[in-house]
């Protein structure tokens, strides 16, 4: 099985917030396809000046998807761009697995994709997201939390525990632990340890 991961970028994306996914993933070729997309294809520039061509989203047939939403400064202004938050919930629905990663989580939320769920964010911006999904079920102190098909993550770095917390599941804890060793990254297993919860209270 081979799924289509697409990585949806946007203005003042935060590098990091898709680039360790992206790092994992990469590094499972035969599972694993990227694809940058973008509402209108193109280059696309991240809040640290990291520019990425992206696509232009491309349904096809038979094809598994995984959607990943990462967070950033660029989030701020999204969640009130209606035809954006539109965009999200259409890919949503097409998609296998959604994955968002630090501020991620407000655009989903705003689509109405995590009502009723539980789900995490990045903590330094935690009033502002829970603010974009009152029918959420937010979960403050976790590194990242799995709700059935939808996975959020903390902030920025917790996107890679989270992606390797994906694998586990998918693959099975020695694939996971295999691509940690791989890029010498040491994996915080425990999806609830999270020492960041209380830094910004």
Known sequence: ??????????????????????EILGKLPDTFKLN?????????????KVRV?????????????????????????????????SFIKELHTRAKYTLSVCTGSA???K???LD???????????SWV?????????????????????????GVSAGMDMTLGFIENLLGKEKALETSQRIEYIWNED???????KLYE
Do not use: C, H
């Not at 289509?4 to 917030?17: G, K, P, R, S, Y």
């Open 36 to 48: 940058f997309i973008s509402t209108d294809g193109g280059l696309v520039e991240s809040s640290q």
């Open 111 to 113: 689509a109405g994709i």
């Open 1 to 22: 099985m081979i799924y289509i991961v697409d990585v949806l970028l946007f203005d003042d994306f935060e590098t990091l917030d898709v680039f360790g996914p992206v």
């Open 130 to 154: 829970i603010e974009q999904g009152e029918q959420v079920q937010w979960i403050k102190e976790a590194r990242w939390v799995k709700d059935e098909n939808i996975y959020t993550s903390s």
């Open 107 to 109: 655009l989903l939320s």
């Open 116 to 126: 009723n769920k539980r789900a995490t964010t990045n903590k330094k911006a935690y």
């Open 191 to 197: 999806s609830t340890y999270d020492p960041f919860s």
């Open 53 to 85: 061509e992206t696509n232009l989203y491309k349904e096809e047939k038979d094809v598994e998807r995984i959607l990943i939403v990462p967070g950033g400064n660029g989030t701020r202004e999204n969640v009130d761009d209606e035809s954006f938050i």
